[in-house]
């Protein structure tokens, strides 16, 4: 089944569902495993986080593989997509039960889940790029459809976990969130061509490429956003600073929030101008997190971060060649994200929650940062875009 024989509706509702799927693994993986592992498997927590960073590196590696193995052999996107699907939920619990045997079943099963979660998440991000190609609009429509299915997945793994939380009910979330995802993430196996249908697909004009600025600017927003975020998780709990789990909530609301906001990009220079504008706009809502505080302004970054992530998705399908493309953004984007926890955790020192000072003084580091994302997104004609067929393995 080809997704243009279907009607918008179907196609993108079927979409949005897979991204819910995939994200119950994506969240669950990113908020549950480190915490299990330590608070209910007595794992060290120095394991716990090597293996978190080990497993999002061989991820990010994963992707780039996947997305060149696609681009050259594409007849086998369904293929691929479906295997990396079905194993990835099967190994999913065993990244956390498999602390019962050892070290060594840890590792094994964190980078077969990491490596097979890629070989469906490329071909689903992918996707975005034969949907967008629709109708004008539809890529901004779609990436509000992510931002939301993304909150909608992190709600419910929130409360999964707050259901079952000890170590004997935690298996019967693990699996049931592995059955979720499996069920979800199938519906967007019928919308990926056939084998005999892939000569179409060669025939479907690809966008211009990554422009460097746009991937270096985009980058450095995700490590300064992000470290944001996670900084704002160890700030002393007051009245003006929530507790990590109600900022947490008010992140993910805010993000949500974001699907509200009328953003529009018709076009990858207009996208790429309103990208670089919200990284300005970051300067005033930090500035104002060092005065006002407290849940509001958890709540305008969390939206600042949405609309961020949602101009991020939008022009993606306009510029993306390929699978290879999503592929080396993929990757980029999760080595950021990786070291956006490096430098929050670089930032906080030996201490276990920030002083007022170093948080305004790492505050200050992360605008300059935000200025330069912006000056790299802006586009930049002279710039040549980057091809993802330069880095195949």
């Known amino acids: 089944m080809d997704p243009m024989t279907l009607s918008p509706h179907a196609s993108h509702g079927a979409y949005y569902a897979?991204?819910?799927?995939?994200?119950?693994?994506?969240t669950a993986s990113d908020l549950v495993t480190i915490y299990a592992l330590v608070s209910l498997f007595?794992?060290?927590?120095?394991?716990?986080?090597?293996?978190?960073?080990?497993?999002?590196?061989?991820?990010?590696?994963?992707?780039?593989?996947?997305?060149?193995?696609?681009?050259?052999?594409?007849?086998?996107?369904?293929?691929?997509?479906?295997?990396?699907?079905?194993?990835?939920?099967?190994i999913f619990p065993m990244t956390i039960l498999a602390a019962t045997y050892g070290s060594a079943a840890l590792v094994a099963t964190t980078l077969a889940f990491r490596s097979c979660y890629a070989a469906y998440d490329v071909p689903h991000n992918a996707m975005l790029t034969r949907l967008a190609a629709t109708a004008?609009?539809?890529?901004?429509?779609?990436?509000?459809g992510r931002t939301i299915g993304t909150g909608i997945a992190a709600g419910l793994v929130g409360l999964a976990l707050s259901r079952w939380r000890d170590a004997a009910s935690l298996p019967v979330m693990l699996w049931l969130?592995?059955?979720?995802?499996?069920?979800?993430?199938?519906?967007?196996?019928?919308?990926?061509?056939?084998?005999?249908?892939?000569?179409?697909?060669?025939?479907?004009?690809?966008?211009?490429?990554l422009p460097r600025g746009f991937l270096v600017g985009s980058l450095i927003g995700i490590v300064a956003l992000g470290a944001l975020t996670k900084a704002m998780l160890q700030l002393p709990t007051t009245v003006a600073h929530p507790d990590a789990g109600t900022t947490v909530l008010l992140l993910t609301g805010g993000r949500m929030l974001a699907a509200l906001v009328p953003l529009d990009v018709r076009d990858?220079?207009?996208?790429?101008?309103?990208?670089?504008?919200?990284?300005?706009?970051?300067?005033?809502?930090?500035?104002?997190?060092?005065?006002?505080?407290?849940?509001?302004?958890?709540?305008?970054?969390?939206?600042?971060?949405?609309?961020?992530?949602?101009?991020?998705?939008?022009?993606?399908?306009?510029?993306?060649?390929?699978?290879?493309?999503?592929g080396f953004y993929t990757m980029a984007a999760k080595f950021a994200l990786g070291g956006a926890g490096l430098a929050m955790t670089a930032a906080l020192g030996d201490h276990t929650t920030f002083a007022p000072d170093a948080f305004a003084t790492f505050v200050a580091v992360l605008l300059v940062a935000c200025a330069v994302a912006a000056w790299c997104v802006w586009p930049q004609q002279r710039i040549a875009p980057i091809d993802p067929r330069d880095f195949h393995p």
């Not at 004008?136 to 509000?144: F, N």
Request: proline share 6%; aromatic share 6%.
């Open 18 to 26: 897979a991204h819910i799927g995939k994200s119950l693994l994506w």
């Open 177 to 209: 969130l592995a059955g979720a995802a499996l069920i979800l993430g199938a519906a967007l196996l019928p919308l990926l061509p056939r084998a005999t249908a892939m000569q179409a697909v060669a025939a479907v004009p690809t966008g211009p490429g």
């Open 268 to 326: 990858a220079r207009r996208g790429l101008i309103l990208l670089a504008s919200l990284y300005v706009l970051a300067t005033p809502v930090m500035t104002m997190l060092l005065r006002l505080e407290g849940w509001p302004m958890i709540l305008a970054l969390g939206l600042l971060l949405g609309c961020t992530n949602l101009v991020d998705w939008t022009l993606l399908p306009l510029l993306a060649r390929g699978a290879g493309s999503y």
């Open 136 to 144: 004008a609009g539809t890529a901004t429509r779609l990436s509000r």
């Open 42 to 90: 007595a794992v060290d927590p120095v394991l716990a986080g090597w293996l978190f960073l080990v497993g999002l590196a061989a991820n990010a590696l994963a992707d780039l593989c996947v997305g060149a193995w696609l681009d050259r052999y594409p007849q086998q996107t369904r293929r691929v997509a479906g295997g990396g699907l079905t194993a990835a939920a099967m």
